[in-house]
């Protein structure tokens, strides 16, 4: 499978962070960001569609950028990073790379998910 997704859970709610807004871009040789795609996580806090479909996987450096901003103001909550950025680098394009973000207004944790 050749795609990049992410889940996004909410660990001070104890459930998927619907609703959060994240983009994908693609680090290019002169050193600047292209887009890749971009969406907002479903009800399960899954987002399964960041690599538009056709698009081909090139090998290098991503990074994902959450807006968590947008997620807790819609909760009414104050929390401490307006935004959660993950870079990582694909090596292998033919396999699927799933990117989790664990949240909560004051911390956060990824992982190389399947």
């Known amino acids: 499978m050749n795609s990049i997704t992410t889940h996004v859970l ?3 709610r104890g459930r ?3 609703g959060v807004p994240i983009t994908l871009e693609h680090r290019v040789d002169d050193g600047a960001w ?3 795609g971009a969406g907002v996580t479903d009800d399960d806090g899954r987002l399964r569609t960041l690599v538009p479909p ?3 996987l090139a090998g290098g450096v991503y990074r994902l950028t959450f807006d968590t901003d947008a ?3 819609s909760l009414g909550v104050e929390g401490f990073f307006p935004e ?3 870079v990582f680098r694909v090596r292998d394009v033919g396999q ?5 973000l664990l949240l909560s207004p004051f911390g956060l944790s990824t992982y190389r998910g399947s």
Do not use: S
């Open 16 to 18: 998927p962070a619907a």
């Open 10 to 12: 909410d660990t001070a």
């Open 96 to 100: 699927h790379h799933h990117v989790p």
């Open 84 to 86: 959660a950025v993950i």
């Open 54 to 56: 056709g698009t081909k």
């Open 71 to 73: 997620y807790f103001a």
């Open 34 to 36: 292209a887009p890749v």
